[in-house]
């Protein structure tokens, strides 16, 4: 049986089991419930029939003269998709990862339609074990429920559910571990997706026995849901990482020490790796995926990494061929259906994983019961070199994003012309296409493409589904808006390099004279467009301002962010000249360009650091103990990223509240060095500067007890963004803020 259609086959028998388990009834109510979410009583329009006549991921959509929109589909998952698909290209509304319900006038035209369609995807996959740090941590049932409605709506059908820190405890504790040392081992909540792959141990817990336990449940509830809708949940396996005190129990296993992962101290470092040739291995992950399954269910798919961003104790052939076929081997023995879901990250960058041996790992398990997925194949695929991964299906996927970062940035083209090529590849293994972003709630529009994308066989004329987007999330045909969207397609979403995006722009990094700001877009494509969006304000109808008002923040945050870049240029230039006076003029325009950024964020719900600190707040039930520990987390993540910045900055927020707290004082205090050091005519200090900063600003914020608001301020973010485009356009317009020394330039005619 070809690879596809094994895979598929054993795929189909995990959603039909899931079926079978409740009537067809039952699922065509879900979809009226979700569709009643979404557009309250006029969800009194539709009709559901789930019919397994239809191909898979299939649905057809009738509507004649007064009749009802009926959608007819193969499962619950393909009637949500079409219901999406009539609500954007008929009714010209949408859904996004923050709206929830959708206002519609009783004159609504509901336009009548008769369509069918299939997805060319088999798959279509969501989520990266990241995103459980980055953006999911503190959610609770109801924004999952708001989310598994949107996931369903654009058709995914397989997804991850990764939370087993309960399950954990229980195994060390009939192990024989102590209170101390499983505390000692576990992560605070933020963190654990590193836990999870091996990479730290211990930092910023011990992790509270409520949060665990509540955990557990709320994952019980998500997943419930997911499968309800036909989608196919994969859980965790063991790879192998263990807390250190395992060596107190078993002195004569030979266990191995993870590497050190970026810089971590011993305290968090480095937990043990069993081999999982190892008897031991055995035993704990048979007892681990019994619990895993007791308490989630299965369908017959789970994931693990066993070397995200870590070496293997040894490269040979041997040794991965090994450790490959025991962690299938430990699955199979609980279940023989068992399919492997398998992140090729620890594939890209990596020159020690030569082509030889990746295919003797993959090898090691029988084809088409490995599913790998090419993580960022928009950027760096690993399918063509692994030779469509020597025989196992795979998941093209689209990671995009790093740490959660903002920052406008894609690469639609490579998207469009990308998941063509690799299922027209010559003995292709593709089945289906994936968004997996370490974090959300940034770059909608990129992965609307994607998801939409992966549905269909032939590229996008891709002019025409930008004016399509900006028509649906405006509620406007407005030429304007089409050409300021087709500024930013053809600018910041048209990046093609390989260097990778980290989302580490100036105003958000840590302070250097070394910085190398860089851009692959005419930077006077963002103003144009952010002068062609100011332009449309007043032909925004009320039921989409909100769109609008979220969009113009963020043009506005990206324009700042680049003359931020041209500043710190023409400031470190002027440094090195000793042009005082210049350094002086451009520094107090950059504390200036600060308290803009954190004014215009301050208008907008979506930019605020007050809404991740009172959702972390929101899980410490216990006590006030509890409380100021998930707070330590939530600061500590998208500030220092460890003990002593270990990875500091790279989950940066581009946030109001982080702006004037800590970017900012960052900034002046550097500044403020760089300015005495002219003065005294000595070379700036940078040991100093940087032991100095951690000690009095960066380390200090992540133990800091401020409270920050959870409402936007009542000037309206049209006003605050049109005040800011004349101040600075003023300002560049003067000339004065360039030098010849300067690369990113915002041409901006008199």
Not at 273 to 300: C, M, Q, W
Not at 681 to 701: A, G, K, L, M
Request: aromatic content about 16%; some cysteine; proline content about 4%.
């Amino acid at each position: 049986m070809p690879v596809i259609k094994l895979f598929v086959t054993v795929l189909l028998f995990a959603v039909l089991a899931q079926l079978l388990q409740s009537s067809y009834e039952a699922e065509e109510d879900l979809v009226l419930e979700l569709i009643g979410r979404t557009l309250g009583k006029h969800a009194n329009k539709f009709a559901i029939k789930i019919d397994k006549k239809f191909k898979y991921r299939s649905f057809e959509i009738l509507k004649t003269n007064e009749s009802l929109i009926s959608i007819a589909a193969y499962d619950g998952l393909s009637a949500a998709k079409g219901f999406h698909y009539y609500l954007k290209h008929y009714i010209g509304k949408d859904v996004y990862w923050y709206n929830r319900y959708i206002q519609l006038s009783d004159s609504t035209v509901f336009p009548n339609v008769s369509i069918n369609s299939t997805s060319e995807s088999s798959v279509i996959y969501y989520q990266n074990v990241c995103t459980w740090g980055y953006s999911f941590v503190w959610w609770d049932l109801a924004k999952w429920i708001q989310h598994i409605d949107w996931m369903a709506m654009m058709g995914i059908s397989l997804t991850i559910a990764p939370s087993q820190e309960q399950l954990w405890y229980e195994i060390y504790s009939e192990l024989g571990l102590s209170e101390e040392e499983i505390d000692d081992h576990f992560t605070g909540p933020a963190f654990l997706p590193w836990l999870r792959m091996g990479n730290i141990r211990g930092w910023a817990g011990p992790l509270p026995s409520g949060f665990r336990k509540l955990q557990m449940l709320l994952q019980q509830q998500i997943i419930k849901r997911q499968r309800a809708f036909g989608m196919t949940v994969a859980i965790p396996a063991f790879a192998g990482h263990l807390p250190i005190a395992m060596r107190r129990l078993y002195p004569n296993v030979n266990f191995s020490i993870a590497d050190r992962w970026n810089r971590f101290p011993d305290q968090y470092c480095c937990p043990l790796y069993v081999d999982p040739s190892e008897t031991l291995f055995k035993n704990i992950s048979r007892k681990f995926l019994l619990k895993a399954i007791t308490a989630y269910g299965t369908d017959h798919a789970y994931f693990t990494d066993p070397f995200n961003e870590l070496k293997p104790r040894m490269f040979t052939k041997d040794y991965l061929n090994m450790t490959a076929y025991y962690i299938y081997d430990s699955m199979r023995s609980v279940d023989p259906k068992a399919i492997w879901l398998l992140q090729d990250w620890m594939f890209v960058s990596n020159i020690f994983w030569s082509d030889d041996l990746i295919k003797t790992f993959l090898l090691a398990v029988p084809i088409g019961n490995l599913l790998v997925l090419d993580l960022q194949s928009e950027q760096f695929p690993q399918y063509e070199r692994t030779h469509s991964f020597h025989g196992q299906p795979f998941i093209w996927c689209m990671l995009h994003n790093f740490g959660g970062t903002l920052g406008m940035h894609g690469s639609v083209d490579a998207v469009n012309t990308g998941i063509r090529k690799a299922r027209q590849m010559a003995n292709s293994t593709m089945v289906g296409v994936g968004i997996t972003p370490e974090g959300i709630d940034q770059n909608y529009v990129i992965y609307s493409f994607a998801l939409e994308r992966s549905w269909v066989k032939d590229d996008f004329d891709t002019k025409q589904w930008f004016n399509t987007y900006a028509n649906v999330r405006y509620g406007v045909n407005d030429l304007n808006l089409h050409n300021a969207w087709g500024l930013l397609k053809n600018s910041v979403y048209a990046y093609n390099g390989l260097i990778k995006i980290h989302g580490k722009y100036v105003i958000t990094r840590r302070p250097s004279t070394n910085l190398k700001p860089w851009t692959w877009y005419n930077c006077s494509d963002v103003y144009k467009a952010w002068q062609l969006m100011l332009d449309s304000n007043f032909s925004i109808p009320v039921t989409h301002y909100a769109e609008y008002e979220h969009d113009l923040v963020d043009i506005t945050r990206q324009f700042l962010q680049i003359v931020s870049e041209q500043l710190y240029i023409n400031i470190i230039a002027a440094y090195r000249r000793h042009q005082i006076e210049r350094f002086n003029y451009l520094v107090d325009k950059l504390m200036e360009l600060f308290d803009n950024l954190e004014e215009i964020l301050a208008t907008n719900v979506h930019f605020l650091l007050g809404t991740w600190l009172e959702n972390s707040k929101k899980y410490g039930k216990e006590s006030l103990a509890e409380q100021n520990l998930f707070e330590f987390n939530a600061r500590n993540q998208i500030t220092t990223w460890g003990p002593k910045s270990q990875i500091g900055d790279y989950a940066t927020k581009q946030w109001s509240g982080i702006v004037q707290d800590y970017y900012k004082p960052r900034w002046k205090y550097f500044l403020l060095e760089l300015h005495q050091s002219l003065v005294d005519d000595q070379p700036f200090n940078r040991s100093s500067f940087v032991t100095n900063v951690f000690n009095y600003i960066e380390n200090p914020f992540s133990y800091d007890r401020k409270v920050y608001p959870v409402m936007p301020t009542k000037e309206g973010s049209f006003f605050v963004s049109k005040r800011i485009f004349n101040t600075w356009t003023y300002h560049l317009r003067s000339n004065k803020i360039y030098s010849s020394h300067t690369r990113l330039k915002v041409k901006i005619k008199n």
